[in-house]
Every structure is written in structure tokens, then in C-alpha cells.
């Protein structure tokens, strides 16, 4: 089982940028194609991006693209999210999340398997 835990949340104004890690333990990150939901108040939980599991490929939500940018440092372990440009819509809980079916990309909610707690993202106009 791997365990994942997200950090680099926080309150920003709008425009602003914000960088989240997720710090995986217990499995090699290497393995796993991952990704970033996240959920705002009072809504389902949404896909935000996912990257394949040796970084070449990348995907977005629409709503995001263009503005943030996935990566992964699989020396380190360690899955980021490059968020700029935030707008208020952007406030949510952040989750890094692992798909350990062997998918070579993730693309859909659905398709994670693990995920950490979350990290709050406050985005105020």
C-alpha cells in the first residue's frame, strides 16, 4: 500500500501562485501513474491533471490548463502541482492520488486507487 501526504496549501490572493507536494512512502512512486483531485465545498470531487509514470505525459481539467503544471521527481519520491494564475474558483482541498493498476496515465476521478489527505487551497478575490 502506498502512502501519500500532500503539503504547500495554503490562502493566496488571486493571480497568485502555489506549488503542492505529495511526499509518497511505502511503494516506489516509479510504479504508478498519478494524479491531483481536489473537492470544493458542497461539491463532488474532481480531477485536476495526471502525469504517466515516467513524467513524459500530462494531462489536464480543462478548467485548469494552462495554468497549472504536474511533475514528478521519481528519484525523490515526490509528485508536485505548479498552480498559477489561481482564481477563487480554484479553492478546493488538493489530493495527490496513485493508480496502482498499472495504467501507464490516469485520466479519470475514477481510476485512483490511493489517495493522501488533502492540503487546503483558499484562493480570495
Known amino acids: 500500500q502506498v502512502q501519500l501526504v500532500e503539503s504547500g496549501g495554503g490562502l493566496v490572493q488571486a493571480g497568485g501562485s502555489l506549488r503542492l507536494s505529495c511526499a509518497a512512502s511505502?511503494?516506489?512512486?516509479?510504479?504508478?501513474?498519478m494524479g491531483w483531485l481536489r473537492q470544493a465545498p458542497g461539491k463532488e470531487r474532481e480531477f485536476v491533471a495526471a502525469?504517466?509514470?515516467?513524467?513524459?505525459?500530462?494531462y489536464y481539467a480543462g478548467s485548469v490548463k494552462g495554468r497549472f503544471t504536474i511533475s514528478r521527481d521519481n528519484a525523490k519520491n515526490t509528485l508536485y502541482l505548479q498552480m498559477n494564475s489561481l482564481k477563487p474558483e480554484d479553492t478546493a482541498v488538493y489530493y495527490c492520488?496513485?493508480?496502482?493498476?498499472?495504467?501507464?496515465?490516469?485520466?479519470?476521478?475514477?481510476?485512483?486507487?490511493?489517495w493522501g489527505q488533502g492540503t487546503q487551497v483558499t484562493v480570495s478575490s
Open positions: 492520488a496513485a493508480d496502482v493498476n498499472g495504467s501507464y496515465i490516469a485520466r479519470r476521478l475514477y481510476d485512483y486507487d490511493y
Open positions: 511505502g511503494r516506489t512512486l516509479s510504479n504508478y501513474a
Open positions: 502525469i504517466s509514470r515516467s513524467g513524459g505525459d500530462t
